[in-house]
């Protein structure tokens, strides 16, 4: 599958099949995380596989009311976590070298793509879940002070398959040289 075909096909998937993922799918996965982007090569990302069924239960409790995620964070065989070491992205030597404090979130962001482009190309199926109470996956993830958790992707194999939904032409969203509308 090329780049542009995984990135047309990718769809968010919110229902899986019983078929087990592979610890062998996994690791291809977490080389797609390890080969993102980021700022300064910070790498800042933290993964955590969620594979016990209670534990996964637990983050499905985490989720905030009517979020479109449960399902899949339900029945998904892996929810995996994506969080960051905090002030490391956008930083140097402790001092913030950006406007926005926040630059972990879109080094996670390319993460999370090379690691759903990556899945789907593999056969499976990702929703992204941000919608939780982040301080309580903290604490059932046991992750310490200076991280954060930021999203929540179920992981399996779809049963179904969404059709496309509808995307802006390119010429709605590009500016040549100066902002116009």
């Known amino acids: 599958m090329?780049?542009?075909?995984?990135?047309?096909?990718?769809?968010?998937?919110?229902?899986?099949?019983?078929?087990?993922?592979t610890g062998e799918q996994v690791a291809q996965l977490l080389e797609a995380v390890r080969w993102a982007p980021s700022w300064g090569n910070s790498q800042c990302?933290?993964?955590?596989?969620?594979?016990?069924?209670?534990?996964?239960e637990q983050l499905?409790?985490?989720?905030?009311?009517?979020?479109?995620?449960?399902?899949?964070?339900a029945a998904a065989p892996v929810v995996l976590v994506l969080g960051a070491a905090?002030?490391?992205s956008g930083h140097y030597k402790g001092e913030r070298l950006?406007?926005?404090?926040?630059?972990?979130?879109?080094?996670?962001?390319?993460?999370?793509?090379?690691?759903?482009?990556?899945a789907h190309s593999l056969g499976l199926g990702t929703v992204i879940a941000g919608a939780f109470?982040?301080?309580?996956?903290?604490?059932?993830l046991a992750?310490?002070?200076?991280y954060e958790v930021v999203t929540m992707i179920p992981l399996g194999y779809p049963d179904h398959e969404?059709?496309?939904?509808?995307?802006?032409?390119?010429?709605?969203?590009?500016?040549?040289?100066?902002?116009?509308?």
């Not at 109470?133 to 059932?140: A, E, F, G, M, T």
Request: proline share 6%; hydrophobic share 35%; charged share 35%.
């Open 2 to 21: 090329d780049v542009m075909e995984a990135i047309r096909g990718r769809r968010s998937i919110r229902r899986f099949t019983d078929q087990d993922v």
């Open 45 to 56: 990302w933290e993964v955590f596989v969620v594979r016990d069924r209670q534990t996964r």
């Open 60 to 73: 499905y409790d985490a989720l905030r009311p009517r979020n479109p995620a449960s399902p899949a964070v």
């Open 86 to 88: 905090m002030k490391k």
């Open 98 to 118: 950006t406007r926005f404090s926040e630059w972990f979130l879109y080094d996670l962001g390319l993460a999370t793509q090379n690691l759903c482009l990556a």
């Open 133 to 140: 109470d982040h301080d309580r996956v903290k604490d059932i």
């Open 143 to 146: 992750v310490p002070a200076g």
């Open 162 to 181: 969404p059709a496309a939904p509808k995307r802006k032409e390119a010429a709605d969203f590009t500016h040549y040289e100066r902002f116009c509308r």
